[in-house]
């Protein structure tokens, strides 16, 4: 069965530092893996997703995502931190059943950026 | 474009009420679907819909029932509300596209609780 798991509850980092939030996946076949971000009282939004390609992807508000294959991860990483950037970051794979999928959440790291 | 809209934001019901969550999107999406979002346990998928007319269970759909007449409109509804059903639903649709590559798009959320 297709599963993600993001490891940390919480990240904390001073502004202006780099950051990196967590997911490691497990799935059989190719993973199709995203990560969505969740502002209090919002719904989430996308910011990127890895199908095929460059192992590095680049996405919205400078974040960029490193998928390894061989260590099963997909780490969502920042070069320098934004208090705006604090929320609650979700990684999600593609579930292969069905038509066209459906997504399957990790449980959610709270990105918490510090002044 | 209104994007997905979720009405009503909050609700609070007795144990027993029923009610219907309405979802619609204008970006003529033919993936449509209902997650809920407990805390520590990330979003689990409850039903989905891959066109209208044609529905199917996620990972968590009892207690709840969904239909998809329309390709704008997928309401879900609650037949008798239970106190283990209080969560905030989010309603999300994606293109057709190729399927498992589609970005999903969520709405902004329904806070319900019952009591």
């Known amino acids: 069965a297709q599963s993600v798991a993001q490891p940390e509850d919480q990240v904390n980092v001073a502004e202006g530092n780099p950051l990196t939030v967590k997911c490691t996946y497990s799935?059989?076949?190719?993973?199709?893996l995203f990560w969505y971000v969740q502002y209090p009282n919002r719904g989430l939004q996308f910011l990127l997703k890895?199908?095929?390609?460059?192992?590095l992807v680049k996405g919205s508000y400078g974040f960029e995502a490193e998928f390894n294959k061989s260590q099963t991860s997909f780490h969502l990483k920042k070069p320098s931190a934004l208090v705006s950037d604090s929320a609650l970051y979700f990684c999600?794979?593609?579930?292969?059943?069905?038509?066209?999928?459906?997504?399957?959440f990790g449980k959610g790291t709270k990105l918490s950026v510090k002044p | 474009n209104a994007g997905v809209t979720q009405t009503p934001k909050f609700q609070v019901l007795k144990t027993g009420q029923s009610m219907t969550l309405q979802c619609a999107q204008d970006?003529?999406?033919?993936?449509m679907s209902w997650y809920r979002q407990d805390p520590g346990m990330g979003l689990r998928l409850i039903h989905y819909?891959?066109?209208?007319?044609?529905?199917d269970q996620g990972e968590v759909p009892n207690g709840y029932n969904v239909s998809r007449s329309t390709t704008e409109d997928f309401p879900l509804r609650l037949l008798s509300a239970a106190p283990s059903q209080t969560s905030v639903y989010f309603c999300?649709?994606?293109?057709?596209?190729?399927?498992?590559?589609?970005?999903?798009?969520f709405g902004p959320g329904t806070r319900l609780t019952v009591l």
């Open positions: 999300a649709s994606s293109s057709p596209g190729t399927g498992v590559t589609d970005t999903q798009y």
């Open positions: 799935v059989s076949g190719n993973p199709y």
């Open positions: 890895y199908i095929t390609g460059d192992n």
């Open positions: 999600a794979v593609r579930d292969g059943r069905g038509s066209q999928g459906n997504l399957i």
């Open positions: 970006m003529n999406h033919e993936y």
């Open positions: 819909s891959v066109g209208a007319g044609i529905t």
